[in-house]
């Protein structure tokens, strides 16, 4: 099998990126090529140091304006872009370079809670104000629409009445870290 890359992009603190990162670490398929973020000062970054894993920054010019960040990985040529917690709307002409090569995660089970600012807390607090008794993740392929391609995978959990939006998003939390590395793992085994 040839080495598969991997690309991600993250904007905050980068758990989902760690975790995906030791996820794959002593596989010799797979290798993380970079990790895109678009602030300068997000936690990620400390990440990528530790982990020893390269990371690029980038502005909304570089990203939005012109072709910086699509020739960055037009150069690499990842089989797989991983969204993992990027909070910005993946350009149209990036995802004609690349389909059904990106996918994202989503802290709720898409359609519900989906689409432009619905990420992180607003999510788990929109969640437990409309009283809802289940949440979960979905995993899926992204388009030029907010949170609205091909889903692969959701995993769904309970929520109680006395649940917090904290309580809810520890939940969902747990559901990424266990099923978004084994299903970008599935992914890569059946690319040709």
């Known amino acids: 099998m ?3 890359k991997i690309v991600l992009f993250a904007s905050g603190s980068g758990s989902n990126v760690e975790n995906i990162v030791r996820y794959f670490d002593k596989n010799d398929n797979v290798q993380i090529e970079a990790v ?3 602030k300068r000062n997000a936690q990620v970054l400390d990440r990528c140091n530790r982990l020893n894993v390269n990371a690029i920054y980038f502005n909304r010019h570089a990203f939005l304006g012109g072709d910086f960040v699509l020739n960055i990985l037009k150069g690499i040529q990842p ?7 990027f909070l910005w709307k993946i350009p149209e002409d990036m995802v004609d370079a690349f389909p059904n090569k990106i996918i994202n995660i989503h802290p709720a089970l898409l359609p519900k809670y989906g689409g432009k600012g619905m990420y992180g ?3 788990h607090t929109a969640v437990k104000e409309n009283k809802e008794t289940e949440t979960g993740i979905t995993i899926h392929y992204v388009n030029a629409q ?3 391609g091909a889903v692969i995978k959701q995993v769904k959990t309970v929520i109680f009445a006395n649940d917090s939006p904290a309580n809810i998003a520890e939940k969902v939390h747990h559901l990424e870290y266990e099923h978004f590395p ?7 085994k059946t690319q040709n």
Request: hydrophobic share 50%.
């Open 79 to 85: 089989d797989l872009i991983v969204l993992a917690g």
């Open 182 to 188: 084994k299903v970008i793992e599935d992914i890569l």
């Open 121 to 123: 807390m607003n999510v």
């Open 36 to 38: 895109f973020t678009n």
């Open 146 to 148: 907010y949170d609205e």
């Open 2 to 4: 040839d080495v598969k």
